[in-house]
């Protein structure tokens, strides 16, 4: 029995003493991933979801203080909007379509503290969208999606919030 508590108690010394001597595992910052496949998911919800409308609904990839990535799949054109305290960058999933940048809202109606939608633009420059394509909308400045081709038009935005 001494022998067996002795045994016990130089294992449990040498553990300890390794367990001691081995490097702590890196901490990872707080980070947010999103595998391919949960990707995909969203955006086949995105899809079993829209609506033949401009205000299609989105799905939500990320959500941080300040920050939000989502995916939006459009089948129509959409209402003109300015972000005035948040720019925008798409990139193009799948499908295609066009996105007029810059220029003035018509018929502009404020819809919260930091937004306001219009009827359309004018004067501003048009994008056309692709999958794989890149587009960054700077914040204060109208956009709107002008076309979306006839199988629609899936994209991921991020909303990048502007210092003051």
């Known amino acids: 029995m001494r022998k067996t508590l002795s045994l016990i108690a130089v294992t449990w ?16 910052p707080d980070i947010m991933f999103i595998s391919a496949e949960q990707t995909a998911a969203l955006i086949a919800k995105a899809k079993a979801e829209r ?11 990320v959500r941080a ?3 939000r990535a989502l995916v939006e799949y459009r089948v129509a054109p959409t209402p003109a909007s300015v972000h005035e305290r948040e720019a925008e960058l798409f990139y193009v999933l799948d499908g295609s379509g ?44 109208p956009h709107y ?20």
């Open 51 to 61: 609506k033949d409308t401009a205000m299609a609904p989105v799905q939500t990839m």
């Open 145 to 164: 999606y002008a076309q979306v081709g006839a199988q629609g038009l899936t994209v991921m935005s991020l909303h990048i919030p502007t210092v003051p």
């Open 65 to 67: 203080p300040g920050l």
């Open 98 to 141: 066009a996105m007029i940048v810059g220029g003035a809202l018509t018929d502009a109606k404020r819809v919260n503290p930091s937004n306001i939608t219009g009827t359309g633009v004018s004067g501003g420059v048009t994008h056309p969208l692709a999958k794989g394509d890149f587009l960054l909308v700077p914040a204060g400045t």
């Open 13 to 28: 010394a040498a553990m300890s003493a390794g367990a001691t001597a081995q490097p702590a595992p890196p901490v990872e």
